[in-house]
Nanobody, 124 residues
C-alpha cells in the first residue's frame, strides 16, 4: 500500500508560479514511476507529467511542456511539480499518482495509487 499526500496548491495570478509536492509513505517510493494529473470542473482527468523511478525519464503534456518541471527526491519520498508561467487554463485539482507496473504513462488507468488532490487556481 502507498499513501500519497499533495500540498502546495493555492491561488496565483496568471504568469505566477507554484510548486506542488507529493509526499509518499508505505512501500518503497523509489521503486515506482509517478505522475501528475489534473482535473478541471466538468472535464476529464488529464495527464500532466511523468517521471521514472530513478527520475531519468520525464514526459509532459504539450499544454505544460516548457512551463512545468517534474522532479523527485527519493531520499525524502517526495515528488514535485514546479509550475511557472501559469495560465487560467491551468486551474484544476492536481493529483499525484504511482504507477507500479508497465502501462501507458499518460493514461490514468495505468496508475494504482492516488492522492486526494490539491486545488490550483490561476486568476486572470
Amino acid at each position: 500500500q502507498v499513501q500519497l499526500v499533495e500540498s502546495g496548491g493555492g491561488v496565483v495570478q496568471a504568469g505566477g508560479s507554484l510548486r506542488l509536492s507529493c509526499a509518499a509513505s508505505g512501500r518503497t517510493f523509489s521503486n515506482y514511476a509517478m505522475g501528475w494529473f489534473r482535473q478541471a470542473p466538468g472535464k476529464e482527468r488529464e495527464f500532466v507529467a511523468h517521471i521514472g523511478w530513478i527520475g531519468g525519464s520525464t514526459y509532459y503534456s504539450d499544454s505544460v511542456k516548457g512551463r512545468f518541471t517534474i522532479s523527485r527526491d527519493n531520499a525524502k519520498n517526495t515528488m514535485y511539480l514546479q509550475m511557472n508561467s501559469l495560465k487560467p487554463e491551468d486551474t484544476a485539482v492536481y493529483y499525484c499518482a504511482v504507477r507500479r507496473f508497465s502501462g501507458t504513462y499518460y493514461e490514468s488507468r495505468s496508475y494504482d495509487y492516488w492522492g486526494q488532490g490539491t486545488q490550483v487556481t490561476v486568476s486572470s
